[in-house]
Nanobody, 122 residues
Framework: VQLQASGGGLVQAGGSLRLSCTAS????????MGWFRQAPGKEREFVAY????????YHADSVKGRFTISRDNAKNTVYLQMNSLKLEDTAVYYC????????????????WGQGTLVTVSS
């Protein structure tokens, strides 16, 4: 299974972007998926997760109310809708599959793709 993140780009503060993460296998629909981000010089941090059936959802406090994670299992795709973007949202965004452990730690996830860069300008 491979994960391909896309949808990043340059956007002004206050703008919106929608990121997509597409998996190469149908086993994706049984998997809890997460979005993480890593800003230059900082550690990778948790953004959101969604359960395999799409019912279990959680967003980090830093993005709550602005970002929304969702999924379409028929398309093997997880989305991250990002609204009201701030300068501090600038980072490379990654999706990954949960393998077990702490839901908020990168070490609990696998199949990291190459990420997609989001740059928020003033």
């Amino acid at each position: 299974v491979q994960l391909q993140a896309s949808g990043g780009g340059l956007v002004q503060a206050g703008g919106s972007l929608r990121l997509s993460c597409t998996a190469s296998a149908r086993t994706f629909s049984n998997s809890l998926m997460g979005w993480f981000r890593q800003a230059p010089g900082k550690e990778r941090e948790f953004v959101a997760y969604i359960s395999g059936n799409g019912i279990g959802i959680y967003h980090a406090d830093s993005v709550k109310g602005r970002f929304t994670i969702s999924r379409d299992n028929a398309k093997n795709t997880v989305y991250l809708q990002m609204n009201s973007l701030k300068l501090e949202d600038t980072a490379v965004y990654y999706c990954a599959r949960f393998k077990g452990g702490n839901l908020y730690q990168p070490s609990s996830y696998e199949l990291w793709g190459q990420g997609t860069l989001v740059t928020v300008s003033s």
